[in-house]
C-alpha cells in the first residue's frame, strides 16, 4: 500500500540512494548529485520533499523549492523561460523506483503536494527526448509552456498551471 508524507532526515540516506542509481552518471535521467548531505539540507532547509512509501520500503521521492533556492543552471534556465505565477514553486528532481513504476507513485506523491500547496503553480523541466517522464506529467495534467537549450540540450517547461 503507497502511503505518502513530508519526508525527514530519518529518510536522507534512502532517498539518496534512489536519487544517485537514477542519476545520469549511471545512465538516469536525474541531474546533479545527491549525496546524503545535501538530500538532509534540501529536507531540513529548500523546501517540501515528499516521499511514497510502502511499509518501510521507499517508493519514490519528489522535492520541491522555492525559486530563491535556485542554482542549478537547468533550474536557473527554466525560471528565465518561465517565471510563473507569484507564488510559484520548482519541482523536482522527482523520482520513483524502477520496480514501482506505473503503480501510482508519482500520482499519490503529486496529490499530497497539491493537497498540502493547494492552487499554487508547480514549475518543472524535462529533457525533451525523456518521453516516459513527459507522458508521466501530462497525466498529472501538466502542459508545456516553454522551452530552453542548454549544453545543446532541449528541455522542456512544464506548469500545473500554464496560464500566467
Known amino acids: 500500500m503507497i ?11 534512502a ?23 545535501v538530500v538532509a539540507r534540501w529536507i531540513d532547509v529548500a523546501g517540501l520533499v515528499v516521499v511514497a512509501v510502502d511499509g518501510a520500503r521507499l517508493l519514490g521521492a519528489l522535492f520541491t523549492c522555492g525559486r530563491d533556492w535556485v542554482t542549478a543552471p537547468p533550474a536557473v534556465a527554466m525560471l528565465q523561460a518561465w517565471p510563473g505565477q507569484p507564488d510559484a514553486y520548482v519541482y523536482g528532481p522527482v523520482c520513483v ?61 512544464l506548469s500545473s498551471k500554464p496560464v500566467a
Not at 502511503?3 to 540516506?13: G, K, L, Y
Request: hydrophobic content about 50%; aromatic content about 8%.
Open 97 to 157: 523506483d524502477q520496480a514501482a513504476r506505473g503503480q501510482g507513485v508519482l500520482e499519490a506523491m503529486y496529490a499530497d503536494l497539491v493537497a498540502r500547496w493547494p492552487g499554487r503553480e508547480a514549475i518543472l523541466f524535462i529533457k525533451a527526448s525523456n518521453a516516459p517522464s513527459l507522458r508521466a506529467h501530462q497525466r498529472l495534467g501538466m502542459a508545456e509552456v516553454a522551452c530552453f537549450t542548454l549544453r545543446g540540450e532541449v528541455f522542456l517547461v
Open 3 to 13: 502511503v505518502t508524507r513530508p519526508a525527514t532526515a530519518a529518510d536522507a540516506a
Open 15 to 37: 532517498i539518496s540512494t534512489l536519487l544517485e542509481a537514477n542519476g545520469a552518471a549511471r545512465g538516469g535521467a536525474l541531474f546533479g548529485d545527491w549525496p546524503v548531505e
